[in-house]
């Protein structure tokens, strides 16, 4: 991990990682009951895109927490932008 909870304007990239050589914005959402993914929408892929791009992250990912009775579920999704 680079950094996390990096304002750049107005928008905001959760965390910044190294993969390998390449830098990634990774957007993270987190609900209880249901998909998390509903929750990114066009808009915030727009926002994450930009701020990703004055990072000069190489690609946007999105990071899903689903909360329930059992415990957490994470879900890695890679180029979401």
Request: glycine share 12%.
């Amino acid at each position: 991990m680079v950094a996390r909870n990096i304002r750049v304007g107005r928008d905001e990239v959760d965390l910044l990682v190294r993969l390998g050589g390449t830098l990634v914005a990774v957007e993270v959402k987190t609900r209880i009951g249901g998909d998390p993914a509903e929750l990114f929408v066009a808009a915030k892929a727009a926002r994450l895109r930009r701020a990703a791009a004055r990072l000069g992250a190489a690609r946007c990912d999105l990071v899903t927490v689903r909360m329930d009775r059992r415990g957490a579920g994470i879900r890695w999704i890679p180029g979401v932008c």
